[in-house]
């Protein structure tokens, strides 16, 4: 942690620029961090207002859920040769907003950006709930939830284990590896804060709760140093694992011989497309929480600028790769794949396909305007726009070619039913629900890492603080 | 413990009562802060973390658990699947990575634990709810006879506070 924030440089650089270590000019103290970010935890009528409708939307997809297992997966509006619908669209989809967490906390921590210092405690959250969100999709695909632990290669009378052959055995290894760094990391990066909120609670029962969450924790050189060290290792060992997670759910489709699925671009161009989606959740979360909870002095301008710049980049990426598709069918001179990619964007699921292309490669564009990067609005709406176009390119990516394999016998079509559609609400409420209920609870900001790029007060020379 | 603890509200100061007080040798010092500063690390001149053998361990120890789990079981049940042969070592690369990163991992937060010595029932002796907030604390553990001779200590170099620890 340490070496990562830079303390307050004589001469802050003009407001107008956004460059990896942005500043905190607003701040002006330690007190004022534990002040400001302590403040969010106070309880409003806008927060109870949102909980509720999370909660109802999981409750829509939890009811779902309950009328699937009673009545069957047939419910779910599969269509031979459409076999995978809704829940691996939605299963990708939430996997992939995961990843910009750990890009946050972990890849940019390593490559120094100080920019992610006010983002990152929110970001990592969201990791988490997205992957617990999206990790319920595949046991919910199965149709026989109960029998999920099969997956898992544990002793048993049957003698039986696992393939470890099978991707999709793959994907139990890599999301819940993900899934437990990812809590470890949010926790061991929340121990010094929630020790801030245990010594300024009043309320003894809560301040013995805090005190047991904060396991001790004093602040003293000792601690800091093995947390340093451990803070770095867990960085260095989130940073390959998020770019394997993606890699390996890519593995699910081009481990298959499908059309527009069995291609070696699929590990790179998923992990870009995660990055991508996962900044604009971050977005759609982040803007009106600085708004909401008066943090505008702590998600500046600058931080909006310099994540809008890897949404750009990002976007680029998945552009390309989205056209490299297409060259590459072209290129190999296999009809089926030319046949396939003809039809992705001309035929029965053309619509799906423009919105895309739209929402994904065209809009993003409008990031080469400095002005649009530092219009929170935009970037809010954009924001919405790429968290729609990335479901749809996993739906462009499943159903399509599911629908248009290499035997015009088998060719199908997909609709999704009112229980596929209960789902996909479901889990936003699931996603939501956890996140309001931490940013209520627990520091949105880290403020131990704000307290870094503060200065600290000094008697004799220059600081940030009052001298 | 019994000691000496001094609140300090500036860097500066704090980080001259620490090189004093390594100087005199007059107990050994604690260092409290809200949070990591360079300054207060180069004053200490603590020797480094060993958390990094835990995670060296741990990770070792997880790649070859994915592996030999993958290994074994694939033998144990020797099923010809897609042509593979029975042990193929390139798929098992996926879930030997995926336990290293695991154990790996949280060999290192065990490391963490173990040398800070959390989780800690108390955090009373020679702590100071404010060095949270905005204030450095130092924490000497010294007996009575060199008790005074601390207080004096961080009252020249500005701490706000000074009081002894029973």
């Known amino acids: 942690m340490a070496s990562v924030a830079h303390p307050v440089r004589e001469g802050i650089r003009g407001p107008n620029i956004a460059s990896a270590d942005v500043q905190l000019p607003a701040v002006r103290d330690y007190e004022q961090v534990d002040r400001d970010i302590i403040a969010t935890l106070g309880f409003t009528k806008k927060w109870f207002m949102g909980l509720s409708v999370a909660v109802l939307a999981m409750l829509i997809g939890a009811s779902a859920w309950i009328y699937q297992i009673y009545w069957g997966l047939g419910q779910a509006g599969y269509e031979p040769p459409v076999m995978w619908g809704n829940f691996i669209i939605t299963f990708v989809f939430w996997v992939g907003i995961g990843h910009a967490g750990t890009l946050i906390s972990a890849i940019l921590f390593l490559f120094r950006a100080g920019f992610r210092t006010s983002i990152y405690r929110a970001a990592e959250a969201m990791t988490v709930f997205a992957v617990m969100t999206a990790g319920l999709f595949p046991i919910i695909h199965i149709g026989r939830p109960w029998k999920f632990f099969w997956l898992l290669p544990y002793p048993n009378w049957r003698l039986l284990f696992p393939n470890f052959k099978s991707p999709l055995v793959w994907d139990v290894f890599a999301i819940s590896t993900y899934l437990t760094i990812s809590t470890t990391f949010l926790y061991i990066g929340l121990i010094p804060d929630i020790a801030v909120l245990r010594d300024k609670e009043t309320n003894p029962m809560r301040k013995r709760i805090l005190a047991i969450l904060s396991l001790g924790w004093r602040n003293s050189d000792r601690e800091w140093r093995h947390f340093a060290k451990a803070y770095l290792f867990l960085a260095a060992f989130s940073t390959p694992l998020v770019l394997s997670v993606h890699s390996v759910v890519s593995f699910d489709f081009a481990m298959a011989l499908t059309p527009g699925w069995h291609a070696s671009i699929f590990p790179p161009y998923f992990v870009a497309g995660a990055i991508f989606s996962g900044f604009a959740m971050v977005w759609t979360i982040a803007i009106p929480m600085r708004k909401w909870f008066k943090l505008e002095h702590y998600i500046t301008l600058n931080h909006l600028d310099a994540t809008a710049k890897v949404v750009l980049f990002t976007s680029m990426v998945v552009g390309c790769a989205y056209l490299i598709e297409f060259f590459i069918a072209w290129y190999s001179g296999v009809r089926a794949e030319q046949e396939f990619f003809w039809n992705r964007v001309f035929g029965q699921w053309w619509w799906a396909a423009w919105i895309m292309l739209l929402c994904n490669m065209s809009l993003p564009m409008s990031l080469w305007s400095q002005k649009l990067r530092r219009n929170p609005t935009w970037l809010f709406v954009l924001s919405l726009f790429i968290n729609l176009g990335m479901w749809f390119e996993r739906f462009v990516i499943v159903v399509p070619s599911l629908s248009h394999e290499f035997e015009p016998w088998q060719w199908g079509s997909y609709a999704p039913s009112w229980v596929d559609m209960a789902f996909l609400v479901g889990s936003f409420g699931w996603f939501f629900m956890w996140f309001l209920l931490f940013v209520k609870q627990l520091p949105v900001m880290a403020i131990a890492e704000l307290k870094e790029i503060v200065a600290p007060r000094v008697k004799h020379g220059h600081g940030g603080g009052h001298h | ?166």
Request: proline share 3%; aromatic share 10%; with cysteine.
């Open chain 2, 1 to 166: 413990m019994q000691g000496v603890v001094g609140a300090f509200h500036e860097i500066d100061t704090t980080v001259a009562a620490i090189e004093d007080l390594k100087k005199k040798r007059i107990g050994e010092v604690t260092v409290y802060s809200p949070t990591i500063r360079h300054e207060l690390e180069h004053a200490i001149d603590a020797p480094q973390s060993v958390v990094r053998r835990f995670t060296l361990v741990g990770g070792l120890l997880g790649v070859s658990f994915g592996y030999w789990v993958a290994i074994w079981s694939s033998t144990y049940w020797p099923l010809v699947v897609g042509g593979k042969a029975i042990a193929s070592w390139i798929p098992y690369t996926i879930i030997g990575f995926e336990v290293m990163v695991l154990v790996g991992a949280l060999s290192t937060v065990a490391g963490m634990f173990i040398n800070s010595r959390i989780p800690r029932l108390s955090t009373t002796s020679g702590y100071d709810a404010r060095f949270s907030g905005g204030y450095f604390g130092i924490f000497i553990a010294c007996d009575a006879a060199k008790a005074s001779q601390a207080e004096e200590l961080l009252r020249q170099h500005g701490a706000v506070e000074v009081r002894r620890e029973a």
